[in-house]
């Protein structure tokens, strides 16, 4: 069945999935979107500026997003927020939505085995943890990968999804627990039984960091080590790419945390940063590891080749692409692939020196809960 294509906060706004319904705009917008904020979620600060205003530009589906950043904290936020049912609509996997196989293939270069690796290690001067607890898992990749340099240790892992399940069948963790580390059922089964937390680029999607912080420290033992990795929204490439930065990926990233504002947060919390090594700027002296990731120019690159050619077929299109445009944007695809290829050769190449500078794009944080 056909929805009509539209905005989902439009007059004849259309909620994708089976048995679509169309539902006026003032019920649209209040089920999808959140009041707009005034102010900065971390600090309180008013003085907000505008970053981007962007479509879904990597999965196509209706609706419009805005990322706004405090002038003060520099906290980045989707602003109006999405709603719990929003979210869901938009994580949701929809039969025969359009698919860019050259965007999600940039986007996995986070998860490749390799960065994997090296995100494990840099736990070994810690020693072997006795049980270890990875947020977010997702089919439990890390866990499986780090257990080639802590064999003895036991993983277990929570993800909002039945993954985690299908990972623990698989062997790749323990225990697999369902649901937001935040929730007060999950939150007390997890208290204090875990040597390391990790939570690698998954404070972005939460709807409270706040949140997300205190709970993986309740979680841990006394002297234990949080394992953070997630996105720096001051990196060069975001200015330069502005909507095209895949990193912002809306609408499924809520937040974005400058290094400072996590590293303050978690010293109030009596935390130690141990983490000394520093990345981007030269000389800065700030006590995280800049972790780039890349794939900045390979992404604007498949997100802006995807826009520019006729758009896909959709389950929330009223009118189907001809038969002539559905050729023409698989054609075309193909022949930008070079293209997009050529953007991540380029990346790959520049990685070792754009790390050490205002361009890395993502930060790593190790903190050690206070034994006291």
């Not at 020693?127 to 977010?136: I, K, Q, T």
């Not at 502005?242 to 809520?254: A, E, I, K, M, N």
């Not at 695809?333 to 070079?338: E, F, M, S």
């Amino acid at each position: 069945m056909s929805v009509p294509d539209a905005p989902i906060d439009s007059p004849s706004a259309a909620v994708p999935g089976a048995g679509a319904v169309v539902v006026p705009a003032q019920q649209a917008s209040a089920r999808v979107h959140e009041p707009r904020r005034a102010d900065c979620p971390w600090c309180g600060s008013a003085r907000l500026r505008n970053r981007l205003r962007t479509g879904d530009l990597r999965r196509h589906r209706p609706g419009r997003f805005t990322v706004d950043a405090c002038r003060d904290c520099g906290h980045t936020f989707q602003n109006p927020r999405l709603t719990a049912e929003g979210l869901a609509l938009h994580r949701r996997v929809l039969r025969g939505a359009p698919r860019d196989a050259a965007t999600d293939a940039v986007l996995a270069l986070r998860d490749a085995p390799r960065r994997r690796r090296a995100t494990a290690r840099t736990m070994l001067r810690f020693g072997e943890p006795e049980s270890w607890l990875d947020v977010g898992t997702g089919h439990a990749r890390f866990p499986d990968t780090a257990r080639e340099f802590f064999p003895y240790t036991a993983f277990d892992g929570t993800d909002l999804t039945p993954r985690a399940e299908r990972a623990r069948a698989l062997g790749r963790i323990e225990e697999a627990h369902i649901g937001p580390l935040t929730s007060p059922r999950l939150r007390a089964r997890v208290a204090g039984r875990y040597d390391v937390v990790s939570m690698l680029y998954h404070l972005e999607h939460t709807t409270d960091p706040r949140a997300e912080l205190h709970a993986a420290l309740d979680a841990l033992r006394p002297g234990g080590h949080l394992l953070i990795e997630t996105l720096d929204p001051r990196s060069a490439f975001a200015a330069l790419f502005g909507r095209w930065w895949l990193s912002y990926d809306q609408p499924r990233r809520l937040h974005l945390l400058p290094p400072r504002n996590l590293r303050a947060e978690l010293e109030r919390l009596g935390c130690e940063t141990v983490t000394t090594r520093s990345g981007a700027p030269f000389g800065s002296g700030s006590r995280h590891r800049a972790v780039h990731v890349p794939y900045d120019l390979a992404g604007a690159t498949a997100l802006a080749l995807s826009q520019a050619l006729p758009a896909p077929d959709a389950p929330w299109r009223a009118i189907p692409p001809t038969p002539f445009q559905r050729h023409a944007r698989t054609v075309l695809l193909r022949a930008g692939t070079p293209v997009v290829a050529a953007a991540a050769l380029t990346d790959l190449a520049l990685a070792p020196l754009l790390r050490h500078t205002p361009f890395a794009n993502a930060y790593r944080i190790i903190a050690r809960k206070p034994t006291g």
